[in-house]
T-cell receptor, first 116, second 111 residues
Framework: ETGVTQSPTHLIKTRGQQVTLRCSSQ?????VSWYQQALGQGPQFIFQ???????GRGNFPPRFSGLQFPNYSSELNVNALELDDSALYLC???????????????FGAGSRLTVL | GENVEQHPSTLSVQEGDSAVIKCTYS??????FPWYKQELGKRPQLIID?????GEKKDQRIAVTLNKTAKHFSLHITETQPEDSAVYFC??????????FGTGTSLTVIP
């Protein structure tokens, strides 16, 4: 059984650029959630993907978008990067989807994005 | 939406003492309350969780209590060890896997 893996681990972008972060879910998990963790803060929910569709979204603008693939892996895309987008982006996988009741999240190690 | 508050933000204890971290939540519909431990530069790891139909749960030196009426839950660590030093996050979940996290407690265990 493999855990949640994320890539890249670190990256630096400039304002206005676009970034794509990738996540492979844990074996047996079919749901992927993305969280943004600013320095010294708790993770903030961005959105969740289940069966290749977004089925839950936090208070983030549309320039944050994502995809889930048939193998349950996922991408987070952020367009028109702003300085405040600098954060650790955590992917978490679980089994069940939005309406199955709360299930245990397994987190990846994160992608640390710095926007200059 | 849900709002989770966590206190204290920092906590220092002597090795062997107990540590208590408290969280409150706002939405009475929340029904799942996990606690995560995050060491510096590492991923959050689930250490214990509790569901709304249970008042207390214990796993060795770690316990969590839940008061649904008051809408608060607490993490208790007994006989603390230096390896317990980390940032601890509480969370509350209402619908499926959408979690709302507290702002974290940085625990330092002094040898």
């Amino acid at each position: 059984e493999t855990g949640v893996t994320q890539s890249p681990t670190h990256l630096i972008k400039t304002r206005g650029q676009q970034v794509t972060l990738r996540c492979s879910s844990q074996s047996g998990h079919n749901t992927v959630s993305w969280y943004q963790q600013a320095l010294g803060q708790g993770p903030q929910f961005i959105f969740q993907y289940y069966r290749e569709e977004e089925n839950g979204r936090g208070n983030f603008p549309p320039r944050f978008s994502g995809l889930q693939f048939p193998n349950y892996s996922s991408e987070l895309n952020v367009n028109a990067l702003e300085l405040d987008d600098s954060a650790l982006y955590l992917c978490a996988s679980s089994f069940g989807g939005q309406f199955s009741g709360a299930n245990v999240l397994t987190f990846g190690a994160g992608s640390r994005l710095t926007v200059l | 939406g849900e709002n989770v508050e966590q206190h204290p933000s920092t906590l220092s204890v002597q090795e062997g003492d107990s540590a208590v971290i408290k969280c409150t939540y706002s939405d009475s519909a929340s029904n799942y309350f996990p606690w995560y431990k995050q060491e510096l530069g590492k991923r959050p790891q689930l250490i214990i969780d509790i569901r709304s139909n249970v008042g207390e749960k214990k796993d060795q030196r770690i316990a969590v209590t839940l008061n649904k009426t008051a809408k608060h839950f607490s993490l208790h660590i007994t006989e603390t060890q230096p390896e317990d030093s980390a940032v601890y996050f509480c969370a509350a979940s209402i619908v499926g896997n959408q979690f709302y996290f507290g702002t974290g407690t940085s625990l330092t265990v002094i040898p």
